[in-house]
């Protein structure tokens, strides 16, 4: 189960942190991170990184704005975002995929996999 916080309003140039929090994905093999997605439009990725370490992919939209960072529990990741602007605005997903490689977390991480879990979303507006 991933359960998202974090989620809510705030201004353009603010910033919001989102938590994932992952209930039996002790896996060291995990890519997690987070999507986004907009009525109307395809669920894109935003960031990824790699449980086991040396992984960390953002989308160019977000690069220098957004940060993602394991939590000292290896179930639970963050997004912290900076700098929010409109366009940002979106549902936002905590996902996971485990049995995977770093190479393939760091080449296919920020698409939308058949084995991705998800978590319920979180909504995020910037105004």
């Known amino acids: 189960q991933l359960v998202e916080s974090g989620g809510g309003s705030v201004q353009a140039g603010g910033s919001l942190r989102l938590t994932c929090a992952a209930s039996?994905?002790?896996?060291?093999?995990?890519?997690m991170g987070w999507f986004r997605q907009t009525p109307g439009k395809e669920r894109e990725g935003v960031a990824v990184?790699?449980?086991?370490?040396?992984?960390?992919v953002y989308a160019d939209s977000v690069k220098a704005r957004f940060t993602i960072s394991q939590e000292n529990a290896k179930n639970t990741w963050s997004l912290q975002m900076n700098n929010l602007q409109p366009e940002d605005t979106a549902m936002y997903y905590c996902a996971a995929r485990i049995g995977v490689s770093a190479s393939d977390c760091h080449s296919g991480g920020l698409k939308v996999q058949s084995s991705t879990h998800w978590g319920q979303g979180t909504q995020v507006t910037v105004s």
């Open positions: 990184i790699y449980a086991g370490g040396g992984v960390l």
């Open positions: 039996g994905y002790d896996y060291t093999d995990k890519c």
